[in-house]
């Protein structure tokens, strides 16, 4: 979570992480930073429904629609899916990420969902037996949180961000470099 006050630092935070799932439509970063929900409801919704295909056909498979319903709705979808799925419990009702305001709690949402279907994408994608989501009325035998947490654990032990494992921060410049199809925002 992020420090209070840091809504800037939370916006770098989002912004990169923006990146890293290729978002490709336009960002409101002042939106952001005043809470607007509008704001906030592409990102969310590009996070489940296109970032990876196969997770968004797993939570269609679930029971768990999320396109063609209205902002309430989606919400609602999205925290059934945080709850259910991911055991994550957002710092803001339903009611608040849809008012106006709570621009710093909704930025670390925001960047929560991001991870987490960043880590499932990493799970789906990379692990031999890939996972399956459970369907709202299943008995839950073999779900994504057990092997997202092993996913999670074995980032713990075997990464790290410094510069010893040869991961460095990069500038913007050299994103471009490496990758002339990333847009900038």
Request: aromatic share 8%; charged share 20%.
């Amino acid at each position: 979570m992020l420090s209070t006050g840091d809504v800037q630092g939370g916006l770098r935070k989002l912004e990169t992480l923006l990146r890293v799932i290729k978002f490709p439509g336009h960002v409101d970063y002042t939106g952001l930073s005043k809470g607007d929900p509008s704001a906030f409801l592409p990102i969310v919704s590009y996070s489940f429904t296109s970032f990876s295909p196969q997770f968004s056909e797993q939570l269609v498979a679930a029971g768990l629609e999320l396109t063609g319903k209205t902002d309430l709705r989606f919400t609602e979808t999205v925290y059934k899916i945080l709850r259910d799925i991911f055991q994550y419990k957002p710092i803001l009702t339903k009611q608040q990420f849809l008012q106006w305001g709570f621009s710093q709690r909704k930025i670390s949402v925001v960047c929560d969902i991001i991870n987490l279907v960043l880590m499932t994408y990493v799970v789906v994608n990379h692990i031999e037996n890939p996972c399956t989501l459970p369907t709202t009325n299943s008995s839950h035998k073999e779900t994504l949180p057990s092997q997202l947490d092993t996913y999670a654990s074995h980032m713990d032990t075997h990464s790290s961000d410094s510069p010893e494992h040869g991961i460095t921060d990069t500038t913007e410049e050299e994103d471009k470099a490496d990758n002339p199809h990333v847009r900038s925002t």
